[in-house]
């Protein structure tokens, strides 16, 4: 399980009852998960702590435990200001 991605930590943006703004029957109930298996994805973009874009399964990895899966592990893309760039 990545660290910290339990129920308290996780950011929710809509009020408990609210309606989807996409689909007013879609639920926006969250059940949180028992973290037992670890899979391998790829994806485009993280916001946070959460996938922006669809993430694609790559395997099942058989070889790891949830507790040794981390955030840390994750690549960190190069950031930069661009006010910095431009003015220079």
Request: hydrophobic fraction near 35%.
């Amino acid at each position: 399980m990545f660290e910290g991605a339990g129920p308290p930590s996780l950011e929710r943006r809509v009020a408990p009852g609210a309606i989807s703004r996409w689909s007013a029957t879609k639920g926006l109930s969250f059940v949180p998960l028992r973290p037992e298996l670890v899979v391998e994805v790829a994806y485009d973009h993280m916001e946070g702590r959460r996938f922006r874009h669809t993430a694609q399964f790559r395997r099942q990895r058989d070889d790891r435990t949830p507790e040794s899966c981390t955030y840390e592990q994750l690549e960190q893309p190069v950031s930069y200001d661009l006010d910095d760039i431009l003015a220079g």
